[in-house]
Structure formats: C-alpha cells, structure tokens
C-alpha cells in the first residue's frame, strides 16, 4: 500500500503546546525526549516556535523518543506507538514551579504531586484522557476528576467512561464531577455544560474539507484555553475551538497544522456562520 502524502511533526503534548503558543499564550512543555534522530528534529521544529518555552522540556540520551505513525484513510484512522518507560511525564519537577495560569496534563493515571502543588497556587487543571486499548474504560479515571477544574474529551471516550448511551447523558454524568466539562463530538460540534449555570450548551463546528484529523482533539483544547484566558462565555469558548480544530484538520499531522491567528482572520472573512457576539469578541482578541 502507498500513501499519498505524508508528513513528520510533533504531537500529543506537543500539539497542545504549539497550538497554544500559536494563539498567543505564553507556554511551556514538560517533557521528557531522547537525544536520538526523532529527539533532535523535535527540539529543532519546537525551538522554532515562538511563545513556547522549553526550559522544562528534559533531553535525556538514555530515552528513545516516543514515535506515532499515524495513518489516516477514508472515515477512520490507525496509530502504531512506540514508547519507553522513560519518555513518560516525569513524577517529579526539578526547581522551581513556575507561576501558571492552566496546566494542561493526562489523567490516565494518578496526577503527580506537582499538579497539585500548581493548583493550590491558584492554576487551573485542565485535564484530557487518551485512548483505552484495553476497551476496558476503568471507572478510577473519573475519581481523579475532583483533583481538576476543566475536564476535555472526545464523545467516545465521554460515553464509555461513564457507561451512557449519548454524549449529552455523558457529559451530565461529568459535569456531577468536575466544575466544567467539554465533551467533543466530531463533526458534530462540542457540547459542554456551563460550570456557572449548569446549562447544556452543544455548539457546531464549522464544515471544511479534512484531510487529516490527526491532533484536531489537542488544537481543540488549546483553543479552548485560549478562551478561558480571555473569560470569554463559554459558547464562544466552544466555536473559537472548533473554528480551530477545523482548521487543523485541512493540513496534516497534529503540531504542524495547528492554526496561527491568520488563518483564523482570513477564514472569519470568508464565513458568516458564527454570531456577531462571539465573533466580536475573538475578533477584539487579534494581535
């Protein structure tokens, strides 16, 4: 079989922290790679970015880079992943902890003690799962929702965490859990419940050409961090990450095509699909 196309980037925290730095925030990327071939491409296009901060990103010669190849073909996707014990997210922050608005991490598994120390000091916990191979979706996951404020999935993961049938009884099953949950769902668009009100809000997303959907979820989520650290409401929270998502779709890989703040200029030029309020308000956000 041959591909079409194909492309190299950065993905999964990566994504999420390129996306971010992209729309202006000012991020940094805990980490751990190797210096290996995979290790020193990644440092070279993350080194590249400019708001991303990689103090904290740890180089570390006895790690094999982790590396996804990700093959996208008509309505489905498949990854094949490769990782060492060692690249996981380190239990401990050497030095200082820095002074942070979010922090974004996976709640897989137990958090570390440093996220803790983070929110104490007033940082919101924004946390996202991944996949479960096992199809066994364990409920344990959900008790570490009280340790987070922001709580960001897709609507598989939402409806088999919570053993529910639709996305909507999902998400009211989260939001008993968590102050504010966003569940994604495709091309359907987002639904979310209002942490504040307790209203249901499901927002579309726009309709564009994909061509690869690999890292829309984590372009999604730094959008909608973007939007809280502008205390936007949250439906416009929710169109600003899908309008966002729905760019990154039309490139491919995860980091690579994650929206700069002219792309998404030039496609709110070209579209009337979203509502005066909202579009003044990410329109006053422009750089």
Same mark, same amino acid.
């Given at each position: 079989m041959y591909a079409d196309r194909f492309a190299v980037s950065a993905g999964g925290t990566a994504t999420r922290s390129v996306a971010a730095a992209r729309l202006g925030l000012r991020t940094g990327l805990f980490g751990v790679i190797g210096t290996d071939l995979f290790g020193e491409h990644l440092a070279v296009r993350l080194a590249a970015e400019e708001n991303l901060d990689?103090? @904290?990103?740890?180089?570390?010669?006895?790690?094999? %880079?982790?590396? %996804?190849?990700?093959?996208t073909h008509g309505h489905d996707r498949a990854f094949l992943t490769y990782e060492e014990e060692g690249a996981r997210r380190p239990e401990v @922050? $050497?030095?200082e902890l820095p002074h942070t608005r979010f922090l974004h991490l996976g709640i897989g598994g137990p958090l570390p003690g440093w996220a803790a120390e983070l929110?104490?000091?007033?940082?919101?916990?924004?946390?996202?799962?991944? @996949?479960?191979p096992t199809g066994r979706w364990p409920h344990d996951v959900l008790t570490r929702l009280a340790e987070i404020d922001v709580f960001v999935c897709n609507a598989v993961e939402a409806t088999s965490y919570t053993r529910t049938r639709t996305v909507e009884e999902a998400v009211k099953v989260l939001a008993d859990l968590v102050p504010d949950v966003v569940v994604t769902d495709g091309a359907n668009g987002a639904?979310?419940?209002?942490?504040?009100?307790? $209203?249901?809000?499901?927002?579309?997303?726009?309709?564009v050409p994909a061509v690869d959907p690999t890292g829309a979820g984590d372009v999604f989520t730094a959008a909608l961090i973007t939007g809280l650290d502008h205390h936007w409401p949250l439906p416009t929270r929710l169109r600003f990450a899908g309008l966002c998502a729905a760019l990154s779709v039309q490139g491919l890989g995860g980091a690579s095509s994650a929206p700069r703040w002219e792309a998404v200029n030039a496609f709110l030029e070209r579209t009337s699909g979203i509502p005066d309020a909202d579009l003044a308000?990410?329109?006053?956000?422009?750089?």
């Open positions: 990689l103090t @904290w990103l740890r180089r570390d010669p006895s790690v094999h %880079t982790p590396v %996804t190849a990700a093959v @922050w $050497e030095g929110r104490a000091r007033g940082t919101r916990v924004v946390g996202g799962v991944g @996949w479960d639904v979310a419940v209002d942490g504040a009100t307790g $209203e249901l809000v499901r927002v579309p997303v726009p309709r308000r990410i329109r006053a956000a422009m750089p």
